[in-house]
Structures are given as C-alpha cells and as structure tokens.
C-alpha cells in the first residue's frame, strides 16, 4: 500500500526493502506466493498527490499484481480492492497455486 499524497510512503526511503526484500521472499514461498494488490490510498488528496500512477502501474506490472487507488476517507474503491484480492485468491486455487 502507498499513500497518494507521499512518494516516500512506499516508493522511496525504507519502502526500497519492501520492494526489493519481502517481495522476492514471498515469490520464493512453496507453494508459489500469495496473492498480491498494489493498493494506493488518499486519493480524496488528489490535489497533493506525489505519487506518479504510472509509476503504480510499472511496479504492479513487475509484480504481476493489479493496482487499485481508494480512499479510506470516502469509501471509493474500498470494496474494488478487497474484490480484486479475493478474484486472484480465488484464481490462485482454482489452478493450485496456493
């Protein structure tokens, strides 16, 4: 998850060993990984926003995972992003991945 209104929430800073260390540790895990989203949030911050969504969407596209963007504050996109998680867990056993 990353804040939309702070780059530093995810994509720089310590954010560096979540991508480059939990990430590689869960695709490792036999049976493969669990399912993952990228989830940014704040977007009702828009106006402050310093998070690039294509800079969402490349790093979601390496981890082959969907991206959503919600905001807790409102709701919006709240429920898309649980249904996504539960569409790719469903996936995931359907083909035995989990």
Known sequence: MYRMNKV???????????????LPSLAALNPPS???ILVGNK???LDICEVDRGL????????????VETSA???????????????????KIEYSDI
Request: proline residues 6%; aromatic residues 8%; negative net charge.
């Open 34 to 36: 669990p399912p993952i």
């Open 73 to 91: 504050l409102t709701g919006k996109n709240v429920h898309e992003a649980f249904l996504k998680l539960v569409q790719q867990t469903i996936s």
């Open 43 to 45: 977007i009702d911050l």
């Open 8 to 22: 530093a929430s995810t994509f720089e800073n310590n954010s560096g060993e979540f991508r480059n260390n939990l």
């Open 56 to 67: 969402a969407e490349s790093l979601a596209k390496q981890w082959h995972c969907p991206v």
